[in-house]
């Protein structure tokens, strides 16, 4: 397990790796265990941390928000193109 140090204990202010880390993919939607494996944090600091960024997780997932947007309409190609290739000819006779 990683150590945690900081200037102040108890003091999370977004300047470290570990807590930009958990923004972005708190941003990008990914589940507290998946956070919780990448930072080392324990769940009870990345709730903490979420709800102090006022980060949510379900809005992503929805597809709401500019991130979910701008991800949906980055990704809607190479989905189509997936749903093409790998899983519509399952179905075919």
Not at 38 to 52: D, H, I, W
Request: net charge positive; aromatic share 6%.
């Amino acid at each position: 397990m990683k150590s945690h140090s900081r200037t102040v204990p108890g003091t999370v202010r977004y300047t470290t790796s570990e807590d930009v880390e958990l923004a972005v993919r708190g941003l990008l939607g990914q589940s507290l265990w998946a956070i919780m494996d990448a930072t080392g944090l324990r769940l009870g600091q990345v709730n903490y941390r979420l709800r102090k960024a006022g980060i949510k997780l379900r809005p992503f997932r929805d597809g709401e928000g500019q991130f979910a947007q701008s991800m949906l309409a980055a990704g809607r190609g190479a989905a189509t193109s997936h749903v093409r290739v790998n899983i519509a000819p399952r179905f075919r006779k």
